[in-house]
Nanobody, 115 residues
Framework: QVQLVESGGGLVQPGGSLRLSCAAS????????MNWYRQAPGKELELVAT????????NYIDSVKGRFTISRNNAKNTVYLQMNSLKPEDTAVYYC????????WGRGTQVTVSS
C-alpha cells in the first residue's frame, strides 16, 4: 500500500522556521522525483519545489528561493522541506508528491504563518 505522510506543519510567527517531512512507503522511493506543493485558501495548487532521484537537480518557485530548501534521504524514504524566513503568504496546506511510473500524493500538513 502506497503512503506519503507529511508532518512538521504548525503555527509560526513571521520570520520563523519549520521543517516539513514526508515519509514514503509502498513504492521504490529512490526512483521517484519528489515534489512539494502548496495550496492557500482560495488559490490554486502551486508547485513549490522539486528534487530529482539523486538530488542532483533541484528547482524552486521564485517566491521561495533563498528561503526554502528541499532535500531527500533515500535510505530513510523521506523528503524534507526546510522553510526559513517564513512570511504570511506562505500560509497553505503543504503536500508532498511522488512522480514516476505513477503519481502519488500525501494528505497534506497545514502551515500557518501569523503573529
Amino acid at each position: 500500500q502506497v503512503q506519503l505522510v507529511e508532518s512538521g506543519g504548525g503555527l509560526v510567527q513571521p520570520g520563523g522556521s519549520l521543517r516539513l517531512s514526508c515519509a514514503a512507503s509502498g513504492f521504490t522511493f529512490s526512483t521517484y522525483v519528489m515534489n512539494w506543493y502548496r495550496q492557500a485558501p482560495g488559490k490554486e495548487l502551486e508547485l513549490v519545489a522539486t528534487i530529482t532521484t539523486t538530488g542532483a537537480s533541484i528547482n524552486y518557485i521564485d517566491s521561495v528561493k533563498g528561503r526554502f530548501t528541499i532535500s531527500r534521504n533515500n535510505a530513510k524514504n523521506t523528503v524534507y522541506l526546510q522553510m526559513n524566513s517564513l512570511k504570511p503568504e506562505d500560509t497553505a496546506v503543504y503536500y508532498c508528491s511522488a512522480g514516476g511510473g505513477e503519481t502519488y500524493w500525501g494528505r497534506g500538513t497545514q502551515v500557518t504563518v501569523s503573529s
